[in-house]
Structure formats: C-alpha cells, structure tokens
C-alpha cells in the first residue's frame, strides 16, 4: 500500500499575497452586504404582514 507524500507548499510573493487579501476582502464585504440585505428584506416582510397591529398591540 503506498503511502501518500504530503504536498509541497511553496511560497507565495509578497504582492500575490496582497492581491490574494484584497480579493478576499472584497469578497467578504460583498457577502456581507449581501447578509445584510436579506435580513433587512426579511425583517420589511415581517413589519408588512403584521401590519399596523404590530405597533397597537400592548406592552
């Protein structure tokens, strides 16, 4: 049975590891605001279906 060798990591350029952040980032705001678009559309749907009794009711 043969045994599998571990791959060899080789060492990433500095300004490829700049380009990889930046992507990474970039990548993590879009979802971000993607989150927060669903959240905000699911908490308008919510306010509509209960509509004004929502904010008759008591406390």
Not at 27 to 52: E, Q
């Given at each position: 049975m043969?045994?599998?060798?571990?791959?060899?990591?080789?060492?990433?350029?500095?300004?490829?590891?700049?380009?990889?952040?930046a992507?990474?980032?970039?990548?993590?705001?879009?979802?971000?605001?993607?989150?927060?678009?669903?959240v905000?559309?699911?908490?308008?749907?919510?306010?509509?279906?209960?509509g004004?009794?929502?904010?008759?009711?008591?406390?």
């Amino acid at each position: 049975m043969a045994v599998m060798a571990e791959p060899t990591k080789t060492p990433v350029p500095r300004d490829e590891q700049a380009e990889l952040a930046a992507r990474r980032r970039k990548r993590s705001i879009a979802l971000a605001a993607v989150l927060g678009g669903l959240v905000l559309i699911l908490y308008l749907l919510t306010v509509v279906k209960l509509g004004p009794a929502l904010f008759d009711r008591p406390l």
